[in-house]
């Protein structure tokens, strides 16, 4: 289901220079299951150890004497760990023995001929907790995201359905049957979302909705059990009452009193730093978007908030698999579709690389000028349009556009393709300006695709 993570651990492993990899990701975003694949996939000599099972191993770590270690290990696994090329250790739920984190440079400076891999779920606050050198320089970070669009399609047998996507180019025309195929299967997704374990059911059984359903429960009930590990018995109120609040506010700027009107700010705000330390959401914060790189530009203060997953935000809205045509209204709002996108949009950028989302606000209190998403892509300042349906005011891009350095704009909607050139005027300081620039009309769906639609407008310039 990951193949593209799937791909970068094997660069990663035949790197000459190799490195211990931490994978970061959400609970059960298939960390521990990508690596063991991965390891089968290469019938390596792997060595796995659950260190939330093991809490005794961290006092091994703590003298930083590899081979002490290892011999530990060894106790542990009671077999012995051969070190060679073909060999690889993974230590998972890492967070669980924090000096396993600062012994991983000595892994690579005196036993480079092992691969090693750590996951952990909760790392942030273990770093925050835990005074000791992290080892800077020593280890890579791959960023683990739930399944995309693309690889549940191609998971689920859609593999031609993935191609043409993957391949959307705006000189070819897109077929109806197929645009509306595309949306079928995102409307399926839009229920499953990309936690492995609900992607599995349906592949098993596209009937399972209560299968799917369960499962996603077990989750979200699994992230709250997860609260009592990292917040103290003071913040737990606040903590349970953000995290029931935050679906309803998804895509709107965020109002302490709208998540908690019982609570003091500082604490409503911690209790979002937590979420999103665990990376049960994601914040996309204000940015001025003015000049590269943008985001040296964002005002953390500024932001918006989006879940985790689009299936188990479904199930937090109790919104069924099939809707009919009242409820459709409830699905083509525009929270939901924000949110299809603010979880694919790093695909922009490679695993190694943290995901960062940015928005555009003028803080003209007078005008309510906004634009959902701003990316960079390479030498490129993108805004981005998200709209539920096919229609929908763009005055903000508009205004965008009239104060950026911008050639393109990005809508992302339920049409089909197409690149239109705009001119349009638009007041600026109660002067007139009149502003021109392509815009180009991208299915929703085709979101993953966007490195390659950039390059394509790009080409039209040169």
């Known amino acids: 289901m990951q193949k593209k993570y799937i791909t970068h651990l094997n660069n990663w492993f035949l790197d000459k220079i190799r490195k211990p990899l931490v994978l970061r990701g959400a609970r059960q975003v298939g960390k521990s299951t990508l690596v063991r694949q991965f390891a089968r996939e ?16 961290d006092e091994a770590f703590a003298t930083l004497q590899v081979h002490k270690i290892i011999a530990r290990l060894e106790s ?7 070190i060679s090329e073909n060999s690889l250790l993974f230590l998972d739920e890492i967070q669980a ?45 791959l960023h683990m ?53 609900a992607v599995a059911a349906y592949i098993n059984n596209p009937r399972s909705e209560v299968r799917i359903r369960n499962i996603q429960n077990q989750i979200i009930n699994t992230y709250q059990d997860d609260f009592m590990k990292y917040a103290r018995k003071s913040k737990l109120h606040t903590l349970r009452t953000v995290y029931k609040k935050i679906p309803s506010q998804i895509g709107e700027k965020i109002s302490y009193a709208n998540l908690s009107r019982e609570d003091r700010a500082i604490n409503v705000r911690q209790s979002v730093k937590m979420l999103e330390y665990a990376r ?18 964002a005002d953390f ?30 699905l083509d709002s525009g929270p939901i579709a924000e949110q299809f996108v603010a979880q ?9 690389e943290e995901p960062e989302l940015f928005y555009w606000q003028r803080k003209d209190k007078t005008d309510g000028a906004e634009v959902d998403f701003v990316v960079q892509y390479e030498t490129d300042i993108v805004p981005i349009e998200v709209k539920a349906g096919t229609s929908g005011s763009l005055r903000s891009l508009h205004q965008f556009m009239a104060t950026h350095p911008c050639r393109f704009a990005v809508k992302l909607s339920s049409q089909m393709p ?39 407008i790009r080409s039209r310039f040169q």
């Open 42 to 57: 290469r019938k390596l000599n792997f060595y796995e150890i659950n260190l939330e099972k093991a809490p005794l191993l």
């Open 76 to 82: 542990h696994l009671q077999r012995e760990i051969v």
């Open 97 to 141: 023995a924090p000096h396993a984190l600062a012994a991983l440079r000595y892994f690579y400076e005196e036993l480079p001929a092992i691969g090693v891999i750590a996951a952990g779920s909760l790392l942030e606050f273990v770093l925050a907790e835990h005074e000791f050198s992290m080892p800077v320089g020593r280890i890579e970070y």
């Open 145 to 197: 995201q739930p399944v995309s669009f693309g690889d549940f399609l191609r998971a689920s047998g859609q593999d031609f359905v993935a191609d043409k996507i993957r391949d959307l180019d705006f000189d070819e025309t897109l077929t109806p049957e197929l645009h509306a195929k595309c949306l079928e299967l995102y409307d399926t997704y839009r229920f499953v979302g990309g936690m492995p374990e």
């Open 280 to 297: 049960v959401i994601r914040c996309t914060y204000n940015t001025t978007a003015s000049k590269i790189p943008i985001a040296a530009l």
């Open 301 to 330: 203060e500024f932001y918006k908030m989006y879940w985790l997953d689009i299936g188990l935000l479904n199930r937090l809205l109790k919104l069924p698999m099939h809707l009919d045509d009242i409820n459709r209204d409830v």
């Open 344 to 352: 694919h949009l790093p695909s922009l950028h490679e695993p190694s």
């Open 418 to 456: 197409s690149l239109n050139p705009v001119t349009h005027s638009v007041s600026i300081n109660g002067k007139t300006k009149k502003v021109s620039f392509i815009l180009a009309n991208v299915p929703i769906y085709s979101v993953e695709s966007l490195p390659r639609i950039i390059l394509q």
